[in-house]
């Protein structure tokens, strides 16, 4: 075989391989799916938060927290740093404020991504985790939140080698935390392009504290979202791109073990917990492939998905909320407080909505 035949074996085995995973990716981002629109009654859009508000928690007392601003994967974004605002859900006005913080914390390189607030029960101070990716690198921030100010106290930065691409995390101390790491290289070319197309399960879970750092959980497409059960035995990851989520036991050294997985039909991001029903609220995304292309004329719809009774023998999977992009594009998390539905977006606008 001379070298032409042979170079032109091997482009067509590579166009081959390429399409393979093209195709792979387009069924995994559900390509093919049609967006619908199911609403729900008096449904506002909140100020401030026009640039995206990727994760959103609340405290007990109705007050929620929204990371806003995220800087992430070529989504749009604007040039200005990341801000945290808090909504109070109890006020009829609806408006969130930003939260002031420090002079001492970089607030220029700010770029936050999943959230967690921790209540210390010796004190019932609030401490608020922050995923950040300054310069695209991972990071951790811990704050105090200081209600009478409406600021946020920067206590310390927080990285380790085995927190290299966390997407989410949820605080189970006032400096330990359980983690997602979405990606395995930390190179933007490598987990933007080349990771995204061979689609392995080589995301984990890791677990952090001051005298010990873990993986704890692994073999996930893309471990994105993470909450804990309202009784703390109980650990819920979401694999965006196995459209499921996870059910994991927690051991008393912190290990973490696989009980059950839910499947929920879409990409599954952000997952909040409600604090009384144990119900998960799931931010999802229903066609993944619209939102990697991101065409203005062509908008990724929104998607939030209630999970009833996760640990029965048949968990209720409810779609609550659809729309086809819109009114809301690329949602990545939901909460509720007191019959009102909190929606948030990677790059897009936040709503409120009243829950039927």
Not at 57 to 82: C, M, N, Q, V, Y
Not at 132 to 150: D, G, R, T
Not at 152 to 164: A, D, F, G, M, R
Not at 246 to 258: G, I, S
Request: aromatic share 10%; proline share 4%.
């Amino acid at each position: 075989m001379g070298k032409l035949g042979f170079v032109s074996i091997l482009v067509a085995v590579l166009a081959v391989l390429f399409g393979e995973r093209i195709y792979s990716l387009r069924k995994r981002a559900l390509a093919t799916r049609e967006l619908v629109k199911n609403h729900l009654p008096n449904c506002v859009l909140l100020e401030n938060l026009e640039h995206g508000s990727e994760d959103i928690t609340i405290l007990g007392d109705g007050l929620a927290f929204i990371s806003t601003d995220l800087k992430f994967l070529g989504f749009p974004a604007t040039d200005k740093p990341g801000k945290i605002f808090v909504l109070d859900l109890k006020d009829s006005r609806m408006k969130p404020k930003e939260l002031r913080m420090q002079r001492n914390f970089d607030i220029e390189t700010f770029n936050p991504h999943g959230i967690s607030l921790y209540t210390d029960p010796s004190d019932d101070a609030v401490y608020l985790f922050v995923v950040n990716h300054p310069h695209h690198k991972s990071q951790i921030e811990v704050f105090k939140f200081v209600k009478e100010e409406l600021s946020l106290v920067h206590l310390k930065t927080i990285k380790h080698e085995l927190l290299y691409s966390v997407n989410d995390l949820v605080a189970v101390g006032v400096d330990s935390f359980y983690a997602t790491n979405d990606h395995y290289f930390e190179n933007q070319f490598l987990k933007s392009y080349v990771e995204m197309l061979l689609c392995q399960p080589w995301g984990n879970v890791v677990y952090y504290s001051p005298t010990e750092v873990k993986e704890v959980s692994q073999g996930y497409y893309f471990a994105n979202g993470i909450n804990i059960s309202p009784d703390k035995r109980h650990i819920y990851v979401a694999d965006l791109f196995d459209h499921n989520v996870h059910v994991l036991e927690r051991k008393e050294d912190n290990a973490l073990t696989r009980v059950k997985t839910v499947a929920v039909g879409s990409l599954v991001d952000n997952i909040e917990v409600d604090p009384e029903t144990g119900d998960l609220w799931v931010g999802c995304h229903p066609n993944g492939w619209k939102a990697l292309l991101f065409d203005p004329n062509d908008p990724a719809g929104s998607e939030i998905v209630r999970i009833q009774n996760i640990h029965s023998d048949k968990p209720q999977v409810t779609r609550v909320y659809e729309d086809d992009g819109h009114v809301l594009i690329g949602s990545s998390v939901a909460a509720t407080y007191g019959g009102k539905l909190l929606i948030g977006t990677v790059f897009h606008k936040a709503l409120v909505c009243d829950l039927k």
